[in-house]
């Protein structure tokens, strides 16, 4: 069924509509005053539209006709005029319950998407053997909410790591092998057979050789050089270096795998810059013949400028010593994806600090007639920053790892969990299982609920609060219903047709029926916010019904105890969906 929201506005509408005024002006929204929970204000537009037609009407008298056609819906309850003719409106009790019900039983009823799309979102982004930076965890976590949030909608929704694994990165660990094991087959140019399918190194050895090599690199340049051969020798297939690069793949992939899995973070799609190699000659070949890519000071570039007052640098297709850059491996990977999967929207989930390149890379896409320019968008973010008010890094000043980012909460999780005495009784196993879900609660909704683009200062001790807008406060929330569900289970209390009598019952069902609302605004604006922003009401408006109206209580009627304990039930059911849109997991109990 559709909203109660949407059955008044379309009630307020037809009734300006009858008095002659276009619809619009009466959309029904939330009110901002305590004195019902909806408003119209279309009768200040309408005496506005009225007068210029010459007509001396005000407003006041316009709502008084509005309101006589309004409460003859069916929808309408209380409605009132204020003012000078703001529109106070308050649903029909039946509406609510009918609403409730309908949201029992599918606490997303009323999503509006339409048209369904075929969706690509880019996020994660790991680099092969480089360790992750918290740009990496932001990608991975608003990512996989929007993915989630998009085909919440019914869009058919593909996530792709789109590893980095094509860069300098790669020649510097080749380079580095080499050193130390000179006598791999890889190495070896006259060597004709299979390589070994074992691989030659292990994630430790990756994570050792690359900062190894890169730090060797910064201070002497003839290291350096010795990079930069073997990224162009690898990059024009030199076949050794192929087979060490995909064993690289297949090591960090596994590693990957892991840490993401550990984050609740899922790819349907495990490709990287690498696999996109082969289409780049022939790209690069089409984009010469169409006069779209141009050579300039030996590189190869496409200009992207929309006019001469327009400062964008082109695109570096080819660098002067002929080498394959990030804005060519992002262009082979949008031919790649027409081509495999021929999506409707690409969505990049990237630091915001990449802004530059992505306009530059749609621009000429676009230009190539490969996609509309509307088909790609970058969902940028924000950095998370430490206390300094810099990118967050660990206490040593080096980039933080993921696994040490986890800990950190894990332990801040653990020191509340004991502080607040949850837990004391359960045993060890589970104490840990709790910490581990409250720590990566807190951590995803401290990140999802601030808009994209801003900062914000990474703070385990607030994140892991248990009051206030955090994960934890979310999760209690649900864990408590449980328990309640499970106490009703034990008192043999089944929950029943729904009847919806106190101010608190009614605030929590014009709650939930604004779920479907958050999620198509979210998936409009790739805004998870806008959905953690409903989550947290929705728990609010459950405690505050719930400290008013008992459920179990002995005093309580039956019929009322199984009507409270369905509405329960229904907020459960949110509150469970909406966090799993957030792809944030909740114990059974704590
Ligand atoms: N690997 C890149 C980095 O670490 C992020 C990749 C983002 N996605 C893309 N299609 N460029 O900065």
Redesign the pocket.
Known sequence: MSSILSSLDAAARAAFESLGFPGDIAAVRESDRGDAPYQCNGAMAAAGIAKKRGEKVNPREISVQAVSIMETDAAMGRLEIAGPGFINITPADNLLTTRAKALLDNPADGLTADTHKTIVV?YG???VAKPMHV??LRSAVLGEAIKRILRAQGHTVIGDV???DWGLQMGHLISELAEEQPNLPYFDDDFDRDYPTQAPVTMDDLARLYPQASNKAKTNPDRMEKSRVATAQLQSGRRGYRALLDHFIDVSVAALKIGYGNLGVEFDLWKGEACVDPLIPGMIEDLKASGIAEQDDGALIIRVADGEKDKIPPVMLLASSGAVL?HTT?LA?LIDRKAEIDPDLIV?V??QR?ALHFEQVFRAAAKAGWYEREQMYHAGFGTMNGKDGKPFKTREGGVLRLEDLMAIMNDAASDRLKASGIGADFDEEERTEIARKVGLAALKFADLQNQRMTNYIFDPERFTAFEGKTGPYLLYAVVRIKSILRKAAEMKVEAGDILIKTDTEKALVLSLDAYARAIDLSAEKFAPHILCEHIYRVAQSFSRFYADCPILADDVPDAVKASRLSLAKAALAQLEHGLDLLAIEAPDRM
């Open positions: 880019d982004g790991a680099n740009g990496h789109h590893m980095g990030y992002d990977t990049y990237v630091d990449q």
